[in-house]
């Protein structure tokens, strides 16, 4: 790849956070010698061991993320709320806070919107309709770039050269106050150089993922010092932004969570532009972080649970299910319907203690055993996971993958017999209230989803952050399209990064369940207590049912294969694709 570097002029005077890369460390599997119950131990002093050389780097993000959280805005009030004992600020949208919006955008008369992917169109309609309910003359025009086969379907959400709302990327960049930038993280990293030359003094680069401060990272260069950069992380694909803020719109806003960080400062504003467009976009509430932490717990949480893991998850389970005796069609229901129906639903609305409490005496021992037995090989691909996003390795995988594309494109994933046959058959006979709550799959379910907690807590990361990007986002945001029309609704509605990311992982998990946790399942292993017991008292619990009460009163609607609910021009795609423009 090669390296970019800005004009001297432009490089940034230290202005952001940093943090130290993350220790190395020995990856936990290299630690797997001799019997189950020696590696179990093993495990678990890996962890031990990983804890006390990461707290330095903990709390240096903890401190981070904390030092933001003191930013205040001039427009909206903050509101403390006790997370499981630590206390955060948030800020609650609605549309009852529209009216402070003209305040938060004031001297912004040009939002640009860059790209056409999973988040561009959901934001950039979210914002038209929101400036215009606001009574604000705020002009949305999306940039593409020349040629782009995505003009069309901008065409037909209303976005036209006729209206001066539809152009050529860098003419866009020029003319706007506020550029947010939603092309391809992989496109990001060809194109940044040419993108931030092209703003205006003063003006205000808006990213949803801070994957491009990890790639000036590792090209060694910064962000013009006489621009804001500010970043809104909606925690949920583009699709889902924009169908739960249609849905909302008779009851103060649903909508999805957002993060939100301000980056650097240049005009005395950007915290109020930060929070603004959080509200806008439709965030029920809105919660700070960094840059760093956001790329790196949202790259890690898309290859864990989010979409990896689950994926690879329900590939190994239906297998087993098959083999233990089950039809093809109730192995599918008690795997990737039992996780994207009961469960989900469960811990979406009651959390994950609910899932287990709701189990007879004989589904709770199962439950045990399930969770046990895969928590620790989940743990050991987590950290993988995270220590790959930290030290900039997966960041790099992206853009190099991105460079392949012409040659190598994503292929499918939802064309193999259990998606395309059995689970298309199970969808069309479906009935909601005969999905069963299977304890195995339960188990090794939220086993892996608190191995992505986990690791974010040993980390340093905050719980409104945590229970975002590990909980709320899957229950809420992904899990439901899988449900609607199998993996790769799911997946591929989802950016570049995430895309590639579940590709890539998805067999890890799928490898090292079978290998480790159903071979001590099925040897009748000694039951790790400690590990449930842990599961049963974890202060998680707590920080979940405080972002529960603030959960928006919608469930977000989708159709199936036989429905264009929720599909189509500026919704969520049935046709994907991977390129990436380059510089």
């Known amino acids: 790849m090669a390296t970019h570097t800005l004009p001297s002029a432009m490089a940034h005077r230290g202005c952001h956070v940093q943090t130290q890369a993350v220790a190395q460390t020995t990856p936990l599997r290299t630690q797997f010698a001799g019997s189950r119950q020696l590696?179990?131990?093993?495990?678990?002093?890996?962890?031990?061991?990983?804890?006390?050389?990461?707290?330095?780097?903990?709390?240096?993000?903890?401190?981070?993320?904390?030092?933001?959280?003191?930013?205040?805005?001039?427009?909206?009030?903050?509101?403390?709320?006790?997370?499981?004992?630590?206390?955060?600020?948030?800020?609650?949208?609605?549309?009852?806070?529209?009216?402070?919006?003209?305040?938060?955008?004031?001297?912004?008369?040009?939002?640009?919107?860059?790209?056409?992917?999973?988040?561009?169109?959901?934001?950039?309609?979210?914002?038209?309709?929101?400036?215009?309910?606001?009574?604000?003359?705020?002009?949305?025009?999306?940039?593409?770039?020349?040629?782009?086969?995505?003009?069309?379907?901008?065409?037909?959400?209303?976005?036209?050269?006729?209206?001066?709302?539809?152009?050529?990327?860098?003419?866009?960049?020029?003319?706007?106050?506020?550029?947010?930038?939603l092309i391809s993280d992989a496109a990001q990293a060809n194109l940044y150089p040419r993108i931030l030359a092209a703003m205006k003094p003063g003006a205000t680069l808006g990213l949803s993922h801070g994957f491009l401060l990890g790639v000036l990272k590792n090209d060694g260069v910064d962000f013009r010092d006489d621009i804001n950069v500010v970043l809104v992380a909606p925690k949920g694909m583009g699709p889902s932004v924009r169908r739960l803020y249609e849905q909302g719109k008779s009851v103060n806003g649903a909508g999805i969570n957002c993060s939100f960080a301000v980056q650097q400062d240049a005009t005395g504003t950007a915290a109020d532009i930060a929070v603004g467009w959080a509200i806008a976009v439709g965030a029920p509430f809105a919660f700070g972080t960094t840059l760093e932490s956001e790329y790196r717990s949202d790259i890690y949480g898309e290859r864990c649970i989010l979409l990896g893991a689950v994926h690879g998850m329900v590939e190994g389970l239906f297998r087993r299910f098959t083999r233990q005796g089950m039809s093809e069609d109730d192995a599918f229901k008690n795997s990737v319907e039992s996780i994207t129906g009961p469960i989900s639903k469960t811990i979406s609305t009651q959390g994950m203690l609910a899932v287990y409490e709701k189990l007879d005496d004989a589904g709770k021992k199962t439950f045990k055993e399930a969770y046990a037995a895969s928590h620790g090989p989940a743990m050991d691909i987590c950290y993988e996971i995270y220590e790959d996003v930290a030290s900039g390795n997966e960041i790099k995988s992206v853009v190099q993958a991105g460079d392949r594309f012409d040659r190598f494109p994503m292929g499918k994933i939802d064309q193999t017999y259990l998606w395309k046959e059995v689970g298309q058959r199970v969808r069309a006979a479906r009935k909601e209230e005969d999905i069963p709550l299977n304890p195995f799959t339960a188990g090794v379910y939220i086993a892996t989803m608190m191995a992505t907690v986990q690791v974010l807590r040993e980390k340093g990361h905050p719980y409104s952050e945590i229970c975002n990007e590990s909980i709320i986002e899957a229950t809420d945001s992904l899990n439901p399209y899988m449900h609607a029309r199998g993996v790769a609704f799911m997946v591929d509605n989802c950016s570049?990064?995430?895309?590639?990311?579940?590709?890539?992982?998805?067999?890890?998990?799928?490898?090292?369940?079978?290998?480790?946790?159903?071979?001590?399942?099925?040897?009748?292993?000694?039951?790790?207590?400690?590990?449930?017991?842990?599961?049963?008292?974890?202060?998680?619990?707590?920080?979940?049912a405080t972002c529960s009460q603030m959960r928006p009163p919608v469930d977000i609607s989708v159709g199936g294969e036989d429905s264009n609910e929720g599909v189509g021009a500026g919704a969520a795609r049935i046709e994907y694709s991977s390129s990436v423009a380059r510089a």
């Open 39 to 181: 590696r179990r131990a093993a495990v678990r002093a890996a962890q031990k061991t990983l804890k006390s050389s990461g707290r330095k780097q903990s709390l240096q993000i903890r401190n981070a993320v904390k030092e933001l959280l003191e930013f205040d805005t001039k427009v909206f009030e903050k509101e403390k709320v006790d997370f499981a004992g630590a206390e955060e600020f948030i800020y609650r949208g609605g549309r009852d806070k529209y009216k402070l919006l003209p305040q938060a955008f004031k001297g912004i008369e040009k939002v640009g919107v860059l790209g056409w992917g999973s988040q561009a169109p959901a934001q950039a309609q979210n914002l038209r309709d929101s400036f215009a309910e606001a009574d604000m003359d705020v002009k949305v025009t999306i940039g593409l770039r020349k040629g782009s086969k995505s003009a069309e379907e901008a065409k037909q959400c209303g976005f036209t050269e006729e209206q001066g709302t539809l152009g050529e990327v860098l003419d866009v960049v020029g003319d706007s106050d506020l550029v947010i930038l």
């Open 496 to 544: 570049y990064t995430a895309r590639l990311g579940s590709r890539k992982w998805a067999p890890r998990f799928d490898y090292i369940l079978e290998q480790q946790a159903y071979v001590a399942i099925d040897n009748h292993e000694k039951l790790d207590e400690d590990s449930v017991n842990e599961f049963l008292n974890d202060p998680v619990h707590k920080a979940l």
